[in-house]
């Protein structure tokens, strides 16, 4: 079954602890991308990737890391947690060249 | 910096009544506009792309339809299970750089009553 997945789904921190949520896809999509979705937000750019090795800034990178080592894996990295990033995440993947992305089911961040 | 504006925020149809959702951008030049629908709970699932002003999409009782300023999501004789929230997303055309940038708007929550 085609499709983007997440983990973990559910993740309540503490400020300052490194964590890393994990995206994969079994697509063989060249473009990955994260976002953030908090209410009256709406879904915010984080970090993309058009291929392995290859990253850019979204509109709210700051507090963020990510990597593109392999063509199926974006991890997000947050060093040092805050409570400003606590939120609703979500990977979504595509070809490039097709607009058409497919999101994974999203992991619920806390930061306390 | 791009923009994106949608509205209304909620919207609540009786089924069978037909209406529209607005997305009002700015960008410096569009590459495309996109609508997605997400459900609670659920990451949003892709509905249509908009290249250029004129072109117009369809899916079942929905249609996209794209100006120079902004773009319209009809639902005809909507359904209760039309009930969600639709998102428009664009994508500028940076030159060649900046593809993968995509800026979403706020979203509209659509409910529809049997």
Known sequence: EAQVT????????????????TCSQNMNH???????????????QIYYSMNV??????????????????????????ESPSPNQTSLYFCASSF????????????????? | EDQVTQSPEALRLQE?????????????????????????GKGPEFLFTLYS???EKEKERLKATLTKKESFLHIT????E???????AVQADAGGTSYGKLTFGQGTILTVHP
């Open chain 2, 16 to 40: 069978g009544e037909s209406s529209s959702l607005n997305c009002s951008y700015t960008v410096s030049g569009l590459r495309g506009l996109f609508w997605y629908r997400q459900d609670p």
């Open chain 2, 82 to 88: 039309d009930s969600a929230t639709y998102l428009c």
């Open chain 1, 53 to 78: 090795e290859v990253t850019d800034k979204g509109d709210v990178p700051e507090g963020y890391k990510v990597s593109r080592k392999e063509k199926r894996n974006f991890p997000l990295i947050l």
């Open chain 1, 96 to 112: 490039v060249g097709n607009n058409e992305q497919f999101f994974g089911p999203g992991t619920r961040l806390t930061v306390l």
């Open chain 2, 53 to 55: 002003a004129g072109e």
């Open chain 1, 6 to 21: 997440q983990n973990p789904r559910y993740l309540i921190t503490v400020t300052g602890k490194k964590l890393t949520v």
């Open chain 1, 30 to 44: 060249e473009y990955m991308s994260w976002y953030r979705q908090d209410p009256g937000l709406g879904l915010r």
């Open chain 2, 77 to 80: 004789a909507p359904k209760p």
